[in-house]
């Protein structure tokens, strides 16, 4: 029976327990490890292994996949190490899903802006700056633009800027000095990432692939009062039926940040046409006539809200990826 580890920081998320069952309805044996337990013993004394890699009382290099949940948050130098021992243990023969590169890729938003636009695929206007007055000048262009953080999760600390105002999406709070903001920001992060805001339906799409393959949608609808659709922030999710537009944007996403499995955020622009209206370009790629936009890529996503509106077990689909590999 083939051990599969899989990465989790949670026992309770629901991803979590969905990643255990269908590893053990595929027929393998599953070993739950939290990687933030992990400890490595390196030693040039021992002939043929360079460090023994071991998380509670489970040796990692003897797992035959090991499949990331969550690597966990923290200082700078504990995660750095916890992809270390990922990268570590993929370049010794085990296979890791995501790989350590592609759960890095998703995870910082700027890189991820730059590998779908060097792709070709349709992403808002980005800009990334390191100065109050560069953002301000960003911001005015714009009109209407959100910061995010680069490796902000769940929706949380994004802030919008629209007529001299900038709010957060997850504070109830009053607008805030935009100028004071912007260097409390960049004292904080170093940098700011700034998108324009795409004018919406109210709703995003998140798009599950799988192997390449898109496995099926939701749209996520902002709570009233809200501008920001996460499901974490209070959005709600409904069935959503892929265009065959939405379909190859999210697939080629995907295959452009490099993950086996990934949530594609997709926005609606103002634009959106029928979907006998896309056309092909000349090299065979899909003339953007929908307006879609590709807002982030997800290396780590919940599986829970595609299971909730369409019964579609993101889990399965890896699992089966996985038996199939190995």
Not at 121 to 144: I, K
Not at 219 to 248: F, P
Not at 298 to 303: A, D, E, F, W
Request: with cysteine.
């Amino acid at each position: 029976m083939k051990k599969i580890g899989i990465a989790i920081t949670d026992p309770e998320d629901w991803t979590a327990r969905a990643l255990i069952n269908a590893a053990k309805e595929k027929g393998f044996f599953p070993f739950v490890l939290d990687l933030r337990t992990a400890e490595v013993s390196i030693s040039s004394k021992t002939s043929g292994t360079a460090a023994f890699f071991k998380a509670g009382e489970i040796l990692l290099s003897d797992l035959d996949a090991l499949i990331v949940r969550d690597v966990g948050a923290g200082a700078f130098e504990g995660v750095s190490f916890r992809f270390d021992i990922m990268r570590e243990l993929e370049a010794g023969g085990v296979p890791v899903i995501n790989s350590p590169e592609a759960v890095q890729n998703a995870a910082n938003k700027y890189h991820t802006s730059y590998l779908l636009a060097k792709a070709g695929l349709p992403v808002p206007e980005t800009v990334a700056v390191q100065s109050v007055e560069a953002a301000l000048r960003v911001a005015s262009r714009f009109g209407d633009a959100v910061i995010k953080p680069v490796f902000g999760y769940k929706g949380k600390d994004i802030a919008r800027i629209k007529d001299g105002e900038i709010r957060f999406s997850d504070r109830k709070t009053e607008p805030m000095p935009v100028e004071a903001t912007l260097e409390k920001l960049l004292e904080e992060r170093g940098m700011l990432y700034i998108q324009e805001f795409i004018e919406n339906p109210g709703r995003d799409i998140r798009a599950f692939v799988v192997g390449g393959t898109s496995i099926g949608a939701i749209y996520r609808k902002a709570a009233a009062g809200s501008w920001v659709n996460n499901l974490s922030q209070g959005g709600s999710a409904d069935r959503c039926v892929l265009t065959g537009e939405q379909k190859e944007i999210a697939e080629k996403a995907a295959l452009a940040v490099g993950t086996t499995f990934a949530g594609i955020d997709i926005i609606e622009g103002a634009e959106v046409q029928t979907d006998s209206e896309n056309k092909k370009t000349e090299d065979g790629s899909t003339d953007n006539k929908q307006g879609f936009r590709i807002l982030e890529v997800n290396g780590t996503p919940s599986g829970k809200g595609i299971f909730d509106a369409w019964g579609i077990n993101p889990a399965e689909y890896i699992l089966e990826y996985l038996q199939n590999i190995l």
